[in-house]
């Protein structure tokens, strides 16, 4: 009985320990898993911002379609795309969700979210409130997590330099 005792107090231990590290949300059959930003530098007036993996876990189509945040004036969804050596980066009205499609918003390129008009920077260990609204599924409400840019594991086209 003390084994069975012992080995249900790892599980939940391990489980709170999991769910500790994981963060996101899911509205509907849309999960987005851990929602991030980087630390700004002193001054900016934008920041991006990124959403490890939104999945569409149903049978009908869906997008995002839009974000809004107290922390900006404006967030658009935003594309950027390498064109030979130049960043070339445009807002996008959506982002299509197909059943059962993962769609990753990651540094270095793609999509990902431009915070306009910050109201204030961002320090690591900050949580900024975002609301993001599909088409479908509605309206779900997240939190970003403030990395530190220089910790991250980054993963860039070839060319590509980061400040």
């Not at 876990?57 to 130049?86: F, K, R, Y």
Request: hydrophobic letters at 50%; glycine letters at 12%.
């Amino acid at each position: 009985m003390k084994h069975l005792f012992e080995a249900a107090t790892g599980l939940v231990l391990a489980t709170a320990a999991c769910a500790a590290f994981a963060h996101g949300a899911t509205i509907g059959s849309i999960t987005i898993a851990h929602p991030f930003a980087f630390a700004t530098p002193p001054g900016a007036t934008t920041g991006g911002a990124y959403l490890k993996d939104v999945v569409n876990e149903g049978a009908a189509p869906d997008a995002l379609v839009g974000v809004t945040s107290p922390a900006a004036e404006t967030v658009q969804i935003h594309d950027m795309q390498m064109d030979g050596n130049v960043m070339r980066m445009r807002a996008i009205p959506s982002v299509a969700l197909a059943p059962g499609r993962h769609v990753a918003m990651r540094p270095g390129g793609g999509v990902h979210l431009m915070f306009i008009g910050l109201k204030k920077g961002w320090a690591v260990g900050d949580r900024v409130p975002v609301t993001l609204q599909f088409e479908k599924a509605g309206r779900v409400d997240v939190l970003l997590d403030v990395e530190d840019r220089n910790a991250a594991a980054m993963d860039h086209p070839p060319g590509m330099k980061m400040p």
